[in-house]
Structures are given as C-alpha cells and as structure tokens.
C-alpha cells in the first residue's frame, strides 16, 4: 500500500506519522499550502508534492485530509483525474463515504475512516492513535482489507453501515462535545453559589477527571453512585426546586432518566417507579 495525503492540517499530519510508525509506506503530502505539506512531509520523512496529478500517480491509497466542508470541492478536482484502482478515503466523523459520489464508476473506491480521538495537535497527536477505536464504511472491495490493516496496529475497527454515519456521530458528540456543555453548566450553578469561576472550574475539573477514571476503570454501571444509584427521592426533589433555570431542570430529568435504566441493572431489586415520576 502506497497512502497519499490531500490536505495537510492535524487529521493529515497525524494519521500519516502513525502509518509511517507501522511501517505503511506513505508517499507524501499536496495542499493548497505548499508550506504546509513541505512540514508535513519533513515531519514524516516523505515528500512534498506540487500537483494533484502527481501524489495520485504514486499513490494507490488517498486520504482527503481537509475540512469537512471541502471534502466535495476536492473531490470534484480530483474525480475526472486517473483515479482509476484507486481507494479514496476521508476522515470525517459526520460524513459519509457518499461525498465520493460516482467514485465506482470512475474505477475507484469510497471509504470513511474514522479515529474516535480528539486531534488537537499536529506534532503529538498521533501517539494517542494506537488507543483510539476506528470506524469505517464504503466500497465492499476494500472494506476488510483496510480494516485488518488498522487491527494489525493494535486498534478495534467497527465496521458501520453508511446510512448510519450521522447516528454513529451524534453518539460521540454526546460523549466529548456535549459532555463540555454539562461542565459549562455545573460552573454556571456553582457561580450560583458563590463561587469564582475559576475555583468553580478548578473545583468541577477535579470531580469530574475522577468520574471519567472511575467508569474507565470499573465501568459505567459500577462507575454509578449519587441519589439516582441510591433512589434518593428526597434530594432529587430538593435538586429540582433549586434549579431555577428550566433548561438546567430539563437536563437534570432527561439525564438522570437514563442513569435510572443503569440503576435497575445494578440494583434489580430495587423499585425507582417514585423516581421516575418525579423526573418526567
């Protein structure tokens, strides 16, 4: 496998340091900056190319390594040039395989792959790869192919069906961008409280590292405490009559809903029928 790279930002400096890292030959880098692809290409001890045309030649595999919102403006330079054979891939979380439209009658072949990693950082990033899970969808050819490439670096790979990309991405955004609005939220009320907000976050930023090491270690049911695990009816009351925001309620009660289907599973015996009219 020979892997090029359209576009060289975070996405495309750390998916190809990771490759090279597992001995995947990567040709280089072509973007709209050349002094871009010149540093990402040192940064990988490949090469800077100048022109589309060229990087397709020498690549059997091209990864599109730019802002979602251009994937379709550099297909639509790419798809009439020889991309014949060719497996085309993006690394989207939100789109899918389809911004590739006619690949297959072109010859080529259409892939997502998708790291479940926060890339933040063009030069470190990639260390934190060989954790994350991948997920990929497109061409049946290839499918499985690039799938036991990434399972022979260590990572699990889900395969998902391409009519599900935007649900698959809606869960993850519940689980990392979301999660920031509910933080934003616990400092809101604790600056109800008297608190400055930095010692707010600072307060909330500790309580919430040693949650997120406690269901990471022990899981999300084993992880649970707090009056919803105890059924404590009492203080869920008391919380709901102290919020005096009715969105921070109606996130209270939709939320807590959930943690009453884990409660039941770790506590069977248990009855939450008062909780959960409270929290409708």
Known sequence: MRVGFIGA?????????????????????????????????DFTSTKAYSSLEN????????????PDDIIGEVWENIRNLDIKNKKICHCSGSIASTAFFCAENEGAFAYSIHPLCAVNDKYNS???????????????????????????FGNEVVIIDTKQKALY?????????????????????????????NVAQKA???LFKGNADNIVNNGLINALTGPIERN???TVKNHLNSLDNETWANVYKLLSLELVDLAKKKHVDRNYDELKEVLK
């Open 9 to 41: 930002g975070k996405v495309g400096f750390s998916l190809g340091k990771y490759l090279v890292s597992n001995n995947v030959t990567v040709t280089g880098y072509f973007s709209k900056s050349s002094k871009s692809a010149k540093l990402a290409a």
């Open 55 to 66: 990087i397709l030649e020498d690549s059997d595999t091209v990864f599109l390594t730019v």
């Open 204 to 206: 909330i930023f500790s």
């Open 169 to 197: 991405h809606a869960g993850a955004v519940m689980a990392s961008n979301l999660v920031i609005a509910l933080i934003n939220m616990s400092v809101e009320v604790f600056k109800q409280c008297g608190f400055d907000e």
């Open 126 to 152: 990639w260390q934190s790869l060989k954790s994350a899970v991948f997920t990929i969808e497109g061409s049946e050819k290839y499918l499985y192919q690039l799938q036991s490439l990434f399972k022979s």
């Open 232 to 234: 404590d009816v009492k």
